[in-house]
């Protein structure tokens, strides 16, 4: 057992001993690219999902030794103690510069981020936009929960109209709070932007089209022509104050009719047969 | 040998120094007086090597350097007094992440959006925090457009060996004014950072930067590997010059583009028959307290030379601690007194 491990099996919350699985037979497993970290995330939180499938991807990709994540503040912000490759965390806002710094220091790593609504969509917009517009060849990973978790439940810039929040206890106003911020619309326009899709998270069927994205977007960096795009829509039953399933509805009825899934953006062909090239070469 | 001996601007000094120090990469963003470095680096780095790329703002430039140096690259930013400000944030978080960097705050007059000329009113954001938390940047200031580029590479010297970021507090007139400048310097060798973000490689730790510790305990620990870490560079890297202080009763305390003008000042003093010496800090972190201290016993007097309205004096009354009478002279707003007025001041104060 790695010094590492030792350290984090010590961290309170963890799990502490090896299940006994004398007499089963395993049909589920978290992916490899996983920690023994007992995940902080409230119950039926679409984060672990989300973490699950990027850890799934990570693996089936076979680049856990040459990937790095950065998770900025929000509740993801603890994700590097979840997946087993190289992070950095980053202020509030800064994931898309951070990123910038290490891919255009390092082309040669898969690079991406894994941010917030808050995040993303508030007070990093800036960086958002700008990072797509030069499109820097790394992947952001958006999860669009409308509302600020971690913080405990404050109005976020995807937050549906009408929507209770602890800052917009009466419901959002659009007149006054601006209306939820289609981020995925938004960025899809610039030059930069390679590859947009929305989906989510809170079915299996529905995981694995995630999954699918998160895959895509990654082995899209080997062609260096921009920045892909995952946002997942997805819940926070704490802070919606609904039990999960409550949540599931809420997604379906409310959520995914302003923010409906699908691709905004795809490559294009050509880019597609070159990826085919390199990875028939890799192959080899 | 032949000397590479040039006439440069302190900011294109800088930026020259900067890519012979084996900058891997460059971001900023422009604001006066400070822009000839981004200017030099996106003409000289496509054929020289290394990136250079304009941020959107400040705040994205100093993140980017975050990226940049957590995964192990040998990067740097500059920018002017707003946009230093602008830079804070992301100071405290390279602070505490321990990332190696080179900053640069080419001074002018504030606060507010203030004046695009030279001043020193960034003093205490440069030597007393700046961002939040408990944190001190090691703070070099030059004096001339030959120390704008020895100081770079002085600046990663310390970054690396420390692990730390290093700020270069300039100022709008070094920086713009042309002087002689000799590249003579040692390439800088590659250091080992085995703490960066490279990919989590077969037998090697996996690396996370970070300035999250969320259990007090945990923070606190990381606070006092911090202060061991400032007290070692207190310790080690104290620079300053020291001119007719041998015999001096009273000293003038100055700095970077004050320390020129207080030179000229001590001189004249001198051929008028008064016993004038000049004390020039070059760390203003780690600060010269015990030789300022150690002076006292000595002087009658010791008076500031800055370009604000009193902010060093601060740490001399400190060094001094009481000893002997402590003045301050300036001027502010992007004003620059000659050696004259200095010297008349100076007189005033001897006298009070």
């Given at each position: 057992m790695s010094e590492e491990k030792e350290k984090i099996v010590e961290?309170?919350?963890?799990?502490?001993a090896e299940p006994d699985l004398e007499g089963y037979e395993l049909v589920y497993e978290k992916p490899d690219t996983f920690t023994d970290v007992r995940m902080h995330y409230c119950p039926g939180c679409g984060h672990s999902t989300a973490h699950k499938i990027l850890g799934e991807v990570i693996q089936e990709l076979g680049i856990q030794n040459n990937i790095i994540g950065v998770a900025p503040v929000g509740c993801s912000v603890f994700a590097y103690d979840y997946l087993d490759i190289d992070w950095q965390e980053a202020a509030h806002g800064r994931a898309t510069a951070v990123a910038t710094g290490i891919k255009r220091v390092r082309p040669d790593n898969y690079v991406f981020t894994y941010q917030g609504d808050g995040d993303l969509a508030a007070i990093g917009t800036a960086e958002t936009i700008h990072c797509i517009n030069r499109g820097e060849n790394v992947t952001i990973i958006f999860i669009n929960n409308g509302v600020y978790g971690m913080t405990s439940g404050q109005m976020a810039p995807t937050s549906l109209a009408g929507m209770k929040t602890t800052t917009s206890p009466y419901g959002r106003d659009i007149k006054t709070m601006g209306s939820p911020i289609k981020v995925s619309e938004l960025i899809?326009?610039?030059?930069?932007?390679?590859y947009v899709t929305r989906q989510a998270v809170h079915s299996a069927n529905y995981a694995r089209k995630a999954k699918k994205a998160i895959m895509n977007g990654l082995r899209y960096q080997k062609l260096g022509l921009g920045t892909s795009f995952i946002e997942i829509v997805t819940n926070c039953p704490s802070n919606w104050k609904m039990t999960p399933l409550q949540t599931i509805d809420f997604i379906n009825n409310e959520m995914l009719h302003y923010y409906p899934l699908g691709d905004v953006k795809l490559p294009s062909k050509e880019a597609l047969d070159a990826l085919a090239e390199i990875e028939k070469g890799e192959k080899k | 040998m032949e000397q590479d001996i040039r006439l440069m601007k302190g900011n294109e000094a800088m930026a020259e120094a900067a890519i012979q120090a084996g900058i891997d990469a460059y971001f900023g963003y422009p604001i006066t007086p400070q822009s000839e470095v981004p200017e030099y680096l996106s003409r000289?780095?496509?054929?020289?090597?290394g990136v250079f790329l304009q941020a959107e703002s400040e705040v994205a430039s100093i993140n980017m350097v975050y990226g940049a140096a957590g995964a192990g690259a040998r990067v740097m930013t500059s920018s002017s007094s707003p946009g230093y400000s602008l830079m804070q944030e992301g100071v405290s978080y390279i602070a505490c992440a321990q990332l190696p960097c080179l900053l640069v705050n080419v001074n002018r007059g504030g606060?507010?959006?203030?004046?695009?000329q030279p001043s020193q009113g960034d003093y205490f954001q440069a030597t007393k925090g700046g961002g939040h938390g408990d944190y001190r940047l090691i703070v070099l200031a030059p004096s001339s457009v030959q120390e704008m580029a020895d100081f770079v590479f002085l600046g990663f010297e310390l970054a690396e060996k420390y692990r730390t970021p290093v700020l270069m507090l300039s100022d709008g007139a070094i920086g713009q004014m042309m002087e002689k400048v000799v590249f003579n310097h040692k390439p800088l060798p590659k250091t080992e950072k085995p703490w960066a973000t490279t990919g989590k490689k077969e037998g090697k730790h996996r690396s996370i930067i970070t300035s999250l510790f969320i259990q007090p305990e945990v923070m606190e620990k990381v606070n006092i590997e911090l202060n061991k870490k400032y007290a070692e560079i207190s310790k080690n890297e104290v620079r300053l010059e020291e001119i007719h202080t041998e015999d001096a009763e009273y000293i003038i305390v100055a700095y970077g583009l004050s320390a020129r003008i207080s030179h000229k000042t001590v001189e004249l003093a001198r051929a008028k028959g008064i016993k004038a010496g000049l004390v020039r800090p070059i760390t203003l972190y780690p600060y010269p307290y015990d030789r300022i201290g150690e002076l006292a016993n000595k002087a009658k007097k010791m008076m500031t030379m800055e370009l604000n309205a009193g902010q060093m004096v601060e740490d001399v009354r400190l060094a001094v601690n009481g000893k002997i009478p402590v003045g301050h002279y300036g001027r502010l707003g992007g004003i620059i007194p000659s050696p004259e007025e200095v010297l008349e001041n100076f007189e005033k104060f001897i006298k009070e």
């Open positions: 961290a309170p919350g963890c799990l502490t899809a326009n610039l030059p930069g932007a390679f | 000289e780095m496509p054929s020289r090597g606060p507010g959006l203030g004046t695009i």
